[in-house]
């Protein structure tokens, strides 16, 4: 908008326009961060309650190995799993953006059929296909009556399939929308300057698609490191998470302060991955507009 | 000369949709050869054949003496300079034309001086880091142009690259892309639906319609020479006329036209045995005068007839008119707005009209 059409229109009514979305901001995300930031520098007494007050010593416990270790190992799984997610996911999103017009919107479809049931639900079906006599190994036994059934679920094998299963939708739909807009007439004129297949792949497609898996990448690798649910269900707790950490500082240890600071560090984490990767995003944008 | 490019009996069927029909055809190396048809006719579709986008559904394609039919794009010798440009958003000026010469491994310290001299032959020197976006439409058709030619193709394939013009810049571009065929030589096949375009830039035009190429001829054959109905009507305008043979002499024929003019040509013009013909006739070609009565016409003027003028209709240097001819036949034609000493015409006015044989094509019934 140009500041001559912006003047007209009064400035108090633009910003009225915004109360409700600024009040729902302040209310459940500004508040809620102050006062995790503000519980994190507190004590608790032996009871749980937390105790105001100015310390470090949450901090200092979140920079024991243990911690590291299990910070360390979260980063490993989702990285891990954001991995998994763009060689399985930019195949198919390649596929549906490119398919004809009428299928897209039926192939995307497909994509989210699964958010129609609970998650919950979604991830019991996983235990009952990996348990030991589930049907994965019902099916092993079929084929090959003499072999030793799989031993998957409570594995971190598990643990990832969960998480692939869970966030591959995320990775599909930025990486389908950046390929959608991708011109085809910029892929034949590579083809037409000499590029094989492998190199229109490396040297267009990739780089003209980067948005949308910056994106998808956002998407999945953020909430995959909190992810508490399926690290429980399908790793059995056996292979604590971060956010099976924090977790249990809330509801079970009752060290709220010392859950506050582990959350806070997880945001600075994220703050800077999600800084990262809106530079990369706003770059390509900003050459491919 | 030999064939650069040759279809043999090339026909593309896309579903039930016959885009391509049967087309043989020989494009001389070096030569500008434009390809000219409405918007469907498959000339595009031509064109992706020698490109290698497409593969015929019948017959071949050789480039240069050699079957490049199942050749892919990466393979075949030729370039193309697409509508959209399809410039590379996320590379720079430099970097775009330099991407057929990265692919083709050319060493660096070449491949930069490649790209310099293609920026220079399209004056866009100065300009190598520069994105796509932040140029204007026709620096970006010229980068799209030194990107297909740095690669030293043996043809170079237009698609219609200047309809997203202004008519200004379409017309420099014109002399500038003939200028550089010209300049280094290479054979051009141009595809465009624009009649003024084909006829400033090309060698020969071939006039595509439904899939076949209807007439192949330089400019001034296709447009003096019109072989079928449609080449005379798609190209120029053209006074059509269905003619019925009346009498045939020694050497010529007396025809009747739509609306009853009846008109004299030589017998050498009217197809062999046949009753009626196509008579095409430019309107520039129509001598009008106010002036001459019909006894003071040159010798040449065969026919000459009288005609009242229905309609006048300003064009700046020229006058459009509706001639209505005693006989009932309505004839458009062109005159030149000359100085106050010449004739000058109004709706209403009685003229004197002459044709001359040479001028009137006769084009077979179909």
């Known amino acids: 908008m140009t500041p001559a059409t912006d003047r007209r229109t009064p400035r108090w009514r633009a910003r ?104 919950l639900i979604r991830t019991y079906a996983w235990i009952t296909i ?52 991708l011109d085809g007439a910029l892929i034949e004129a590579a083809y037409d300057l000499g590029a094989g297949p ?72 994220f703050a800077v991955t999600y800084w990262l990767m809106l530079r990369l995003g706003a770059r390509e944008e900003e050459t491919a507009a | 000369m030999s064939a650069m490019v040759e279809l043999r009996g090339v026909t593309k069927r896309f579903g039930g949709f016959t885009a391509v029909n049967d087309v043989s055809q020989q494009i001389v190396g070096g030569e500008f050869l434009t390809l000219l048809g409405p918007s469907g006719c498959g000339k595009t579709t031509l064109l992706r054949l020698i490109a290698g986008f497409e593969t015929p559904t019948a017959g071949s394609v050789w480039i240069d003496g050699e079957d490049v039919t199942h050749l892919p794009p990466y393979r075949r010798p030729v370039n193309q ?18 991407f057929g010469l990265r692919m083709k491994q050319v060493g660096k ?34 980068v799209a142009l030194a990107r297909a030619l740095v690669c030293r193709p043996k043809v170079l394939l237009l698609d219609e690259p200047l309809s997203a013009l202004d008519a200004k810049l379409r017309r420099a571009m014109q002399l500038e892309l003939k200028r550089l065929q010209r300049q280094l030589g290479i054979t051009f096949v141009f595809v465009t639906h624009d009649q003024e375009e084909a006829l400033t830039m090309s060698d020969r035009i071939a006039i595509v319609n439904d899939g076949r190429i209807e007439q192949l001829g330089t400019a001034h054959e296709i447009y003096h020479r019109p072989a079928t109905r449609f080449a005379a009507d798609f190209v120029g305008e053209a006074n059509l006329l269905e003619a019925r043979l009346l009498l045939q002499d020694a050497d010529c024929v007396h025809v009747a036209v739509t609306g009853g003019l009846e008109l004299t040509l030589p017998l050498a013009a009217w197809p062999a045995g046949a009753s009626v013909a196509l008579i095409a006739m430019r309107p520039e070609k129509v001598h009008v005068s106010k002036l001459k009565s019909p006894a003071d016409f040159p010798a040449g003027a ?32 062109v005159v030149a707005n000359e100085s106050a000493l010449g004739d000058i015409f109004h709706a209403g006015d009685r003229v004197s009209c002459g044709l001359h044989a040479d001028d009137l094509v006769i084009v077979p019934a179909e």
């Not at chain 1, 092993?140 to 692939?164: D, R």
């Open chain 2, 81 to 98: 300079v697409f509508q959209s440009y399809a410039l590379f958003p996320h590379l720079t000026v430099a970097e775009n034309v330099g």
């Open chain 1, 16 to 119: 009225l326009l915004l109360a409700p979305m600024v009040a729902w901001l302040v209310l459940f995300v500004v508040a809620p961060t102050a006062i995790l930031f503000v519980y994190s520098f507190c004590e608790r007494d032996e009871v749980g309650r937390v105790v105001f007050s100015f310390t470090l010593e949450n901090y200092r416990r979140v920079a024991d190995p243990v911690y590291l270790r299990i910070f360390n190992r979260s980063i490993g799984y989702a990285g891990l799993t954001t991995l998994i997610c763009i060689g399985v996911g930019y195949p198919v999103a390649y596929c549906i953006g490119r398919a004809r017009e009428a299928w897209r919107q039926r192939l995307l479809l497909l994509v989210m059929v699964p958010f129609w049931t609970s998650f």
């Open chain 2, 109 to 142: 310290a070449e491949a930069a001086a490649r790209v310099g001299e293609a920026l220079a032959l399209v004056s866009l020197t100065g300009l190598e880091t520069r994105r796509p976006h932040q140029l204007s439409g026709g620096q970006r058709q010229r």
């Open chain 1, 198 to 269: 492998l190199r229109v792949f490396s040297s267009v497609i990739i780089p003209l698609t980067l948005p949308g898996i910056a994106a998808g990448t956002l998407l999945v690798f953020v909430p995959a490191v909190g992810m508490f649910a399926i690290t429980d269900l399908m790793g059995g707790a056996r292979v604590p998470l971060i956010g099976n950490v924090i977790q249990n500082q809330f509801l079970q240890a009752r060290d709220w302060p010392f859950g506050a600071a582990l959350g806070a560090v997880f945001m600075g984490l």
């Open chain 1, 130 to 181: 990996l348990k030991q006599e589930g049907l994965l190994n019902g099916l092993v036994h079929q084929f090959a009556p003499g072999a030793a059934p799989f031993e998957l679920l409570y594995t971190p094998t598990a643990v990832v399939i969960g998480l692939v299963y869970a966030y591959l939708p995320f990775m599909i739909l930025p990486i389908y929308g950046s390929v959608e807009k």
């Open chain 2, 302 to 333: 065969a026919n000459i007839f009288e005609a009242r003028i229905e309609e006048e209709i300003f064009q700046g240097a020229t006058d459009f008119l509706v001639l209505l001819t005693a006989a009932g036949t309505r004839l458009s034609a």
